[in-house]
């Protein structure tokens, strides 16, 4: 995917002139073998400046990583640290940063090998504060050259967030549905996380479509989709051609008005006007600009492809965005999960699109109509969605929003796609998430957020809260599933946990 930062972390190690440099040095030059042992080289660069108590070898510090291609910093204290060039350091670097520190070797070594670091990283914290600069520091951030390995590497996700929420244009086209203020999207908190934002309308999409009824690259475009839906040669039916013309008018659009942004995600108003005007739905043609790091969201809902961008980051793999739709029946219930998984009925929901999840994420994927949309418009020109069950394995459930009092919000569980047959239409599954009942009413209910939500697949919680927290997002307004016994701050104190 080209369409998500590749970060390479510059590793300087600090060191205060009353400690031995080479400490600081040497720990480093181990901190660089651990991770070259245990991660990709590529990932990472070493400074080979050690730096003291000088502003100048803090300015040439910086040159050196800037100069070397790297886009995210590790301020590594191999010692006590020198607190003022350190944090300076950290100030004028235009980037993520971290900061993480040595342990101490061994008790035999405690004389001119000891470092104090563990002390260093307290006025190292003061002195950011003081500087108003932001760094990520890990959940005990002084460990030995593989643990901060670890921490680096930890790192990287974070990161891709912060370095590409910076160069992210999000692209809208057309207002909301009417009805539909669910996706509501306060743009000032877009700016406030360094986004940019360029709505455009519906017009404008269906003029640049037109445009490309001739595109020579149509009938390319329309062979992959048949092979990815494993169309026999000469059987792919002449929608297809439709889907690719639109799928280039996408892609040609994100290159001709990225402007200075190396990131794009895409956002459309996807009913009721577009069947009358395109004669087809566009859910297939948004998993296909999924599987190219490019997310499209559905039904305008801006804050839900800034998620799934985020996500991209975090896991580096395909994401989705799905209703939280609708409750599983009883009987589906005791017939396929009571007994056989260890969740409680509550625990469980259906989460649904109308067709966008990308075809490897599905259960025998197939393209199909639109079945709500086929309620009001003629059934053949609300072809276009992908379906099948949502592939079982895990998942973290999670949306960052700009609620109703402008406030940013977030949520993250994590859980599992049951391998329970949904007997539904789309792109749906059975998902289940420890309490998500009480989760659903006293964070999403409570905290007004929409009913779409964005998945990753697999468990990333940990990563994504980093990530959240370092964005901006306030650590007492991200949710997440309480477990049993711990109540939420509006939860009934008679009610059951």
Known sequence: MNNIPEMKVGIVAVSRDCFPASLAQNRREA????????????????CPITIIESEIDMVNALEDVKKNGCNALCVYLGNFGPEISETLLAKHFDGPKMFCAAAEESQKDLMDGRGDAYCGMLNASYNLALRNTKAYIPEYPVGTADECADMIHDFLPIARVAYGL?????????PRPANFLACNAPIKQLYNLGIEIEEESELDLFEAYQKHENDERIAEVAADMAKEMNYADGKQPEMLKKLAQYELTLLDWVEEHR????????????WPAFQDMFKFVPCYVNSRLMRRGIPVSCEVDIYGTLSEYIGLC??????????INNSVPADM???SIEGKFDYKHTDTFMAFHCGNTCSNLLCSPHLSFQRIMARTHPQDWCEGTIEGDIKPGEITFYRLQSTADNKLRAYAAEGEVLPVATQSFGSIGVFAIKEMGRFYRYWLIEKNFPHHGAVMFGHYGKALYEALKY??????????????????ANENPWGEI
């Open 166 to 174: 910076d160069n992210l244009k999000i692209i809208s086209f057309g």
């Open 471 to 488: 964005i901006g997002v306030d650590a007492s307004e991200i949710g997440y599933n309480q477990p049993a016994g711990v109540r939420y």
């Open 31 to 46: 901190l660089v073998k651990a991770y070259t042992q245990k991660y990709d080289a590529k990932d990472i660069y070493e």
């Open 259 to 270: 402007g200075y942004r190396k990131y794009v995600a895409l956002t459309t108003k996807c």
């Open 333 to 335: 219930y005791k017939a």
């Open 314 to 323: 975090i896991s580096g793999s395909e994401t989705t965005l799905l209703d």
